[in-house]
Structures are given as structure tokens and as C-alpha cells.
């Protein structure tokens, strides 16, 4: 049933004129940041190559470019997630949806994997903006899988916080306002860096910056993960409590 909702939840999310503009508009961002880099880029070069450990494309023009992305990921997910639920009790089909023989998992799952899939579009976009840069140099290809992995970890974190927003309210704009919230306070806590002591480690972009530096952390790995999970869970709880209480 999980496929059935996630069929459901892409088609509506791409029958949207919204979806559509939001992916052209982050292609257009994306696109123009990467020219201003390459041209940066080959500007530098000259000076670049006396270098002896000089670096190369995959460092000064794809690394900036997943940076970026992460930031524009934490500012269109409210858009994307609000209606996940919250237009769902405003148009109170949710009722109708949590009260049919469908495991509460498989609707959260479904909605989940189909706004994962809009940002996946994304990523995939931006490989193969990334691999074009084989028509002038090299890529070093592990750096570049290692940011592949991050953004697709933190658009996944990112989209679980979304969506449990959005099963809060039956309003999709206090939604929208409520997940920016939360997705902003987790990023404020990455400007205090070593300030904000061991509490510096829930930043989802402090966890991104592993990724972004090629390192595969366990630990980044490991909180990216139960991050997901822990969201889903509370997603899952939310809308079992209203199946049972109502």
C-alpha cells in the first residue's frame, strides 16, 4: 500500500504547477552558481597550477555547489511538505485516509518517499551538471558520491521533519512556518560552532560538512539516519492517535 500512496502523493506533488516552478527555479540557482564557480575557477587556474597540491574542479566548483544546495533544500521544504497532511485535515480526506485498512507506516512511508523523490530529481540534476566537467578535467569521483550521499541524507532529514509538521495542523501555511522553524533552529545552532559545545552536533548541516569533505563519518551517518527514523516514528504515532481517539 506504501507504493500505492507514494503514486498518489508524486502525481499530485507534479500535477502542481508549484512542483514544477520549485524545480526549475533550484535548477536555475543551481546552474547560475556553478558558472560563477567554473568561471572562477578558470581564473584561478593559472595561479592554481604552481601549486604543488593545488585543487581541482571537484573541490572548488562541485563542494560549494552541494553547499549551496543544502541551504536552498532547507528553504523550499516548507513549501513542498506543508499540504503533505495539513491540507489533507483542511480538506478532511485524512480522516478518510487514517480510517481505511491501511497500515498508518505505509501512508507516512508512501508521502515520505514521494517528496524524497522530488529532491532526488534534484540531486540527479546536479551529477550530471557535476559530471560535465569531464569535457575540461578530472573529477575525483569519491568526493563527489560522498556529497551524493550527504544531500540525499539531509533532504531526507529535512522532508521527515516536514512532514510531522505537517500532521500537526490542519493549516498548511502554519505548517510551512512551524517546519522553516525548526529547520532554522537547527541551522542556527551551526553558526555558534564551538560554542554551542556538544550541542553543536544536532546541526544537520555541522553533519552535512563531513559529507561535503568527502569523509563518510559513522557518526554523520549514524545521526542522519536515526534523525530520519525518529521523525517517521512521531509521524506515525501522531496519526495512530487519531485513528484511535479521533
Request: hydrophobic share 60%; aromatic share 12%.
Amino acid at each position: 500500500m506504501a507504493a500505492v500512496i507514494f503514486r498518489k502523493e508524486l502525481h499530485t506533488l507534479f500535477y502542481s504547477p508549484l512542483a514544477w516552478l520549485l524545480l526549475a527555479l533550484i535548477q536555475l540557482v543551481l546552474s547560475w552558481f556553478f558558472l560563477l564557480q567554473l568561471d572562477a575557477f578558470l581564473e584561478l587556474q593559472p595561479q592554481l597550477r604552481q601549486l604543488s597540491n593545488s585543487p581541482g574542479v571537484t573541490e572548488t566548483i562541485i563542494t560549494p555547489l552541494f553547499a549551496i544546495a543544502v541551504i536552498i533544500f532547507l528553504m523550499v521544504t516548507p513549501v513542498l511538505s506543508m499540504r503533505l497532511l495539513a491540507e489533507e485535515r483542511r480538506n478532511h480526506t485524512l480522516v478518510l485516509l487514517i480510517s481505511a485498512p491501511i497500515p498508518i507506516t505505509d501512508i507516512v512511508l508512501g508521502k515520505f518517499a514521494a517528496l524524497l523523490s522530488f529532491y532526488s530529481i534534484t540531486v540527479v540534476l546536479m551529477v550530471v551538471l557535476s559530471l560535465s566537467l569531464l569535457a575540461g578535467g578530472k573529477l575525483d569521483y569519491g568526493l563527489l558520491w560522498s556529497n551524493v550521499v550527504g544531500l540525499i541524507l539531509i533532504a531526507a532529514c529535512f522532508s521527515a521533519v516536514g512532514l510531522y509538521i505537517s500532521s500537526l495542523t490542519a493549516q498548511p501555511a502554519l505548517a510551512a512556518v512551524g517546519c522553516l522553524s525548526v529547520l532554522l533552529g537547527l541551522w542556527v545552532i551551526d553558526w555558534f560552532g564551538d560554542a554551542a559545545g556538544p550541542v553543536r552536533f544536532l546541526s544537520l548541516l555541522q553533519q552535512f560538512r563531513q559529507f561535503n569533505q568527502g569523509l563518510l563519518d559513522t557518526f554523520s551517518l549514524s545521526y542522519c539516519i536515526l534523525f530520519v527514523i525518529t521523525f517517521l516514528i512521531l509521524t506515525v504515532c501522531r496519526l495512530d492517535s487519531e485513528r484511535l481517539y479521533g
